[in-house]
């Protein structure tokens, strides 16, 4: 090989080795967006309907895909919600956890805004224990009909930081929650005196808001890193902390569940909101983990071994 060439190669391999970090480094950084659990998919081959045996996938829920009506209406046209509804294969009536997503990162990119969202770490583990596990998608989001509008800018180029503006939008967002909530009671395969509330991100503070406007359907609250607005915009504090002190009125025990490394919500961040949630008379407990080096605490719903026996532990205990 000449001189020339093996420079060549010498470099390309350099290229490829660092083309090679990047996507490693893109890959276990979270994607910056509340979205970003569905890109981080669980190490496996099954379905999110399935778990990983010693001899293959075993098959421990049936997705439905299906449709809530509403009384809404925009521009003349009726609005349906999205629904995806995972049913264990075993029993007829079953307890059922109503599970909320999250807002989209700083809402910059309306192509997330159309992006279903589940989680096979929480399917998988309710599914396993005869819960079946509902994902609603609020206006606009996923294939839901209706703008999606929870707290823009004028301009809609993302989330608004000022209080009366987001905080309009939590509550339209809640209006979608109190539709769904009397629906998903509604189903004939579900046990309505076994419900559970939860959510991640924006869906976390949601779910643990509404829970006390709502104390007669749901027995307690998953609330996965919530928070509605990100720590350091604008009005994030009176914003996040007006939130979750309403949802002190909600008479049971909420479990709070956040990690280490939030690029969203730093744990001492979450803390104080914890903090001012139980001053205002709201029954809960915080558990904070960690994950794996690189990996954003604001997507542990993706690890499910990290939370498992907490999360069981309170079920049980409901």
């Avoid at 660092?18 to 981080?40: M, Y």
């Avoid at 749901?218 to 915009?233: Q, S, T």
């Avoid at 961040?269 to 558990?287: D, I, L």
Wanted: glycine share 12%.
């Amino acid at each position: 090989m000449s001189k020339h060439n093996l420079i060549n190669s010498r470099l390309l391999a350099v290229c490829c080795i660092a083309l090679l970090v990047l996507i490693l480094a893109a890959c276990s950084s979270g994607g910056g967006s509340a979205e970003a659990p569905r890109r981080e998919p669980i190490g496996d081959n099954c379905d999110i309907t399935e778990i990983p045996t010693a001899s293959g996938c075993a098959t421990v829920a049936v997705r439905l895909d299906e449709r809530i009506p509403t009384s809404f209406t925009e521009n003349g046209a009726p609005v349906s919600l999205e629904l995806v509804y995972f049913r264990p294969v075993t029993g007829d009536r079953h307890p059922v956890l109503v599970m909320h997503h999250g807002s989209t990162g700083n809402g910059s990119d309306p192509s997330l805004f159309r992006e279903t969202f589940t989680s096979k770490s929480v399917v998988r583990h309710f599914a396993q224990r005869g819960w079946a596990v509902a994902f609603p998608q609020r206006r606009g989001r996923g294939l839901s009909d209706g703008l999606y509008d929870e707290g823009f800018t004028d301009n809609r180029s993302g989330y608004s930081c000022a209080r009366d503006r987001a905080l309009s939008g939590a509550e339209r967002a809640l209006e979608d929650i109190n539709v769904i909530s009397d629906s998903i009671r509604s189903r004939s395969d579900v046990d309505s005196t076994r419900m559970l509330l939860g959510g991640v991100s924006r869906g976390g503070i949601l779910a643990v808001t509404h829970a006390a406007r709502r104390p007669d359907v749901y027995l307690g609250v998953l609330n996965f890193v919530g928070g509605f607005i990100g720590e350091g915009c604008g009005d994030h504090l009176d914003i996040n902390r007006s939130l979750f002190v309403e949802g002190a009125a909600f008479p049971g025990t909420s479990l709070w569940l956040y990690g280490e490394n939030d690029t969203f919500y730093s744990l001492p961040y979450s803390r104080g909101n914890f903090a001012a949630f139980t001053a205002a008379g709201g029954r809960g407990n915080m558990h904070e983990f960690t994950r794996a080096p690189g990996l954003n605490g604001h997507f542990i719903i993706n690890d499910g071994a990290l939370w498992a026996a907490t999360v069981d532990a309170y079920v049980n205990g409901l």
